[in-house]
């Protein structure tokens, strides 16, 4: 079962195409093997799995825009453009 698991994070993460989508396929199955190896269940797996993935997706978001400052104008509404 646990190759299985492994296998189906490995397909995931070679079908992504963003940034995003690798840093959550990635984070979502270190996620499910660490907590399935701590906590011995397959409920610590699914929770390791959640917390990964929103890690890994919001590690793959600041990928995504890489060299993009968030600016802020005279009157305080923000956006994005290239570094300085």
């Given at each position: 079962m646990r190759k299985l698991i492994i296998a189906v994070g490995l397909?995931?993460?070679?079908?992504s195409c963003t940034q995003t989508e690798r840093g959550t396929?990635?984070?979502?199955?270190t996620g499910a093997i660490i907590g399935g190896v701590v906590?011995?269940?397959?409920?610590?797996?699914?929770i390791g799995a959640v917390a990964g993935g929103i890690m890994g997706n919001l590690i793959g978001r600041s990928r995504?825009?890489?060299?993009?400052?968030?600016y802020r104008d005279r009157y305080g509404r923000r956006f994005?453009?290239?570094c300085r």
């Open positions: 397909i995931g993460t070679l079908a396929a990635i984070g979502a199955g906590s011995d269940s397959w409920g610590g797996a699914a995504e825009r890489e060299g993009y400052c968030i994005e453009a290239r």
